[in-house]
Structure formats: structure tokens, C-alpha cells
């Protein structure tokens, strides 16, 4: 299940749900402790995005000693509101990521549906391919430094299913 942020996450565990994603960058101190212990105890598996070093920062310094915290590296567009635009950049950060014995890095995600000027016509399929080509760019570049558990590329927005099934599939042929 995906949800906006920790509070929505509380909600639905109190419902028991298990696992989740938080489709953003979680910085609030008391979020990033819960969630560390709830997936070190394997209470539920709350995955959540990262998107800077910064960020990423911010999370290692409210991780439990004893935490765990699954990850995604979320890639944004170049005129969006949030996400990696710097493919330099996700390299540092899945590094980053894999230097942390408490972190995980599950995957690359980013949100189709934040691609400026994307109507439904040849140029705005064409920003969406080249969008989804950045994903997988992204998981290609930051593979080599995931967990030990299945590596994730995903992308949200659901208006171009085709495009972004076809795409994204392309990572698991490179």
C-alpha cells in the first residue's frame, strides 16, 4: 500500500496492514525512529523515499543504533517538485546507502505523473520515455549498492501505463 506520509502509515498499521510505502522523503525525527524500529522488528516493512544526501543525513542521525530503514531513491524531473535530477547524484547516495549498515536501499521510484507538459500527444510521450529512461538509468547506476533483498524500480502517476511498463521493463534486460 501507498501512502503520503508516517501519520497515514499509523493509520493503516492500526488496520493491519504490514507493508508500505511512504511515497516521500520522511524528516521528521519521531517518524524516522517509529519506522526504524517497526522494521527491525519486523513489526511491518515501511519502505520511504530519499532524494539528497542531506536528506539522507537526516535520516542516519534519527535511525536507531539497532534500526532499519528501507529506502528508495526517488528520481524527480527536471522542472518537478521533488527527486534526484542529477544522475551524479544517485550514485552518491545509493553509496551512501550501502555504507550504512542500518540502511537499505530497495530500489529507484519516481512519479510519471510530475513530468511537466505531458499531454497525450508525441511530445509529451516523449518526456515520459525519456523520464522512465532516467529511472532506469538511475537503478542501473545504483544496483550495484542495493540490499540483499529484491531491488525495486518503479514509477507512479497512472496515465501512461504503456509507456512506463514498457520502459521500466527495459531495466531488467540491461
Given at each position: 500500500?501507498?501512502?503520503a506520509?508516517?501519520?497515514?502509515?499509523?493509520?493503516?498499521?492500526?488496520?493491519?496492514?504490514?507493508?508500505?510505502?511512504?511515497?516521500?522523503?520522511?524528516l521528521?525525527?519521531?517518524?524516522?525512529?517509529?519506522i526504524?524500529?517497526?522494521?527491525?522488528?519486523?513489526?511491518?516493512?515501511i519502505?520511504?523515499?530519499?532524494?539528497?544526501?542531506?536528506?539522507?543525513?537526516?535520516?542516519?542521525?534519527?535511525?536507531?543504533?539497532?534500526?532499519?530503514?528501507?529506502?528508495?531513491?526517488e528520481i524527480?524531473t527536471?522542472?518537478?517538485?521533488?527527486?534526484?535530477?542529477?544522475?551524479?547524484?544517485?550514485?552518491?547516495?545509493?553509496?551512501?546507502?550501502?555504507?550504512?549498515?542500518?540502511?537499505?536501499?530497495?530500489?529507484?521510484?519516481?512519479?510519471?505523473?510530475?513530468?511537466?507538459?505531458?499531454?497525450r500527444?508525441?511530445?509529451?510521450?516523449?518526456?515520459?520515455?525519456?523520464?522512465?529512461?532516467?529511472?532506469?538509468?538511475?537503478?542501473?547506476?545504483?544496483?550495484?549498492?542495493?540490499?540483499?533483498?529484491?531491488?525495486?524500480?518503479?514509477?507512479?502517476?497512472?496515465?501512461?501505463?504503456?509507456?512506463?511498463?514498457?520502459?521500466?521493463?527495459?531495466?531488467?534486460?540491461?
Amino acid at each position: 500500500l501507498t501512502i503520503a506520509n508516517f501519520w497515514q502509515a499509523s493509520i493503516f498499521l492500526s488496520f493491519g496492514f504490514k507493508r508500505l510505502i511512504i511515497a516521500n522523503e520522511v524528516l521528521d525525527p519521531y517518524a524516522i525512529a517509529e519506522i526504524s524500529r517497526l522494521n527491525k522488528s519486523k513489526e511491518a516493512e515501511i519502505i520511504f523515499y530519499v532524494d539528497s544526501l542531506a536528506g539522507l543525513e537526516i535520516v542516519k542521525q534519527h535511525t536507531q543504533d539497532q534500526g532499519e530503514q528501507n529506502l528508495f531513491i526517488e528520481i524527480g524531473t527536471d522542472e518537478g517538485r521533488g527527486g534526484v535530477r542529477d544522475l551524479a547524484a544517485v550514485e552518491k547516495i545509493a553509496k551512501a546507502i550501502s555504507e550504512d549498515s542500518r540502511l537499505k536501499l530497495r530500489g529507484v521510484t519516481g512519479f510519471e505523473g510530475a513530468v511537466p507538459k505531458a499531454a497525450r500527444d508525441k511530445k509529451g510521450e516523449k518526456r515520459i520515455t525519456s523520464f522512465c529512461q532516467k529511472i532506469v538509468a538511475a537503478a542501473n547506476l545504483s544496483y550495484p549498492y542495493k540490499s540483499d533483498e529484491v531491488f525495486i524500480i518503479s514509477a507512479g502517476g497512472s496515465a501512461y501505463f504503456d509507456i512506463v511498463a514498457r520502459e521500466l521493463n527495459k531495466f531488467a534486460k540491461e
